[in-house]
């Protein structure tokens, strides 16, 4: 698209997408019906098992910062029996910052607002607060999918190993595969981003960093197949973004405040993409639950497909 045809920022995006369709604020995940489930479930033949995490990571390569803390409380004599030697005890705790560009994590719709709404035109102040957390569209509402995931393996379509930083997945190329989803699907699109090649050093001309993604027509042409996931190896959003006059994060706007959309990112797509076409199929039994957190913006996950 060239400059003088992009999205005019008082406008955009021309739509409400899934505002006011269903009588929740669950968005597309309204769709994974039983009978959606049903089908992700027809989809197993051997039962074999991939995750699709990634190993949780302590600190953010772009921003520099802490994103995981694990804390040791006791490796050895239990402190409730410190008289009884053989009766052993190993305890920890964790914290961890949800979003960034490393760990695999699924958004909360209330994670991203617009002009002052998120999703359903809900004002953002009532979804979410400094002083209560989120009120309403919370990832607890989120912490159990269960549904056909579909592949768009893009670094293969090309023929490359992986996207490099800043060059994002077009529309056209989605467009072309479309008629593998149907309503109430997860896509999975791989870019090829793994921690060693798909989180780039800084950036200093961009304080956000240069990574792959997804151009924010994809999300127009996916939300348009009614898809309940949006689930990639990466941030979703491509870092400088063409839309980047509009909003930060086009990709995340469009799927969280208007379509309804929850978003996983920073899967490990490796070991699917070579099964996938080693066994010359896309499509597979998704599961991904989060933490039952019911203030939370989103939660760490482990997702699996099941062949």
């Known amino acids: 698209m060239s400059e003088a045809t992009l999205p005019d920022p008082a406008t955009w995006p021309g739509h409400t997408g899934n505002w006011n369709r269903w009588p929740n604020n669950l968005g597309t995940l309204n769709l994974v019906t039983p009978e959606v489930t049903l089908r992700g479930v027809g989809e197993v033949s ?6 699709l995490s990634r190993p949780v990571t302590d600190r953010e390569p772009i921003r520099g910062t802490a994103c995981f803390e694990h804390t040791m409380l006791n490796a050895g004599a239990w402190d409730l029996e410190p008289d009884r030697p053989e009766s ?4 920890d705790q964790v914290a961890y910052r949800t979003h960034g560009m490393v760990n695999t994590h699924l958004d909360a719709l209330a994670h991203v607002g617009h002009d002052g709404k998120g999703f359903n035109g809900i004002d953002f102040g ?3 607060t400094r002083e209560d957390g989120v009120k309403l569209a919370a990832i607890g509402d989120a912490r159990a999918i269960v549904t056909r995931g579909v592949l768009i393996d893009i670094a293969r379509m090309r023929g490359v190993s992986h996207l490099h930083p800043g060059e994002y997945v077009r529309p056209e190329e989605v467009e072309s595969v479309a008629d593998r989803l149907e309503p109430g699907d997860a896509a999975l699109i791989r870019t090829g981003a793994t921690l060693e090649d798909g989180v780039p050093p800084t950036d200093d001309s961009c304080r956000h960093g240069t990574w792959q993604g997804l151009h ?4 127009e042409v996916l939300g348009g197949r009614d898809i309940s996931v949006l689930a990639t190896d990466c941030g979703a ?3 400088p973004s063409p839309y980047g006059h509009i909003v930060r994060s086009p990709v995340h706007t469009l799927c969280l405040t208007y379509y309804g959309i929850h978003l996983l990112h920073n899967m490990d797509l490796e070991s699917l993409g070579e099964i996938c076409v080693q066994q010359d199929r896309f499509s597979f039994l998704f599961v991904v639950t989060a933490l039952h957190l019911e203030r939370a913006t989103g939660s760490l996950t482990s997702p699996v497909a099941v062949l």
Do not use: H, I, K, R
């Open 237 to 239: 959003d491509v870092f």
């Open 216 to 219: 924010p027509e994809c999300v």
């Open 126 to 128: 009532d979804m979410v």
């Open 46 to 51: 051997s039962g074999q098992v991939v995750p």
């Open 88 to 91: 052993l005890n190993s305890a």
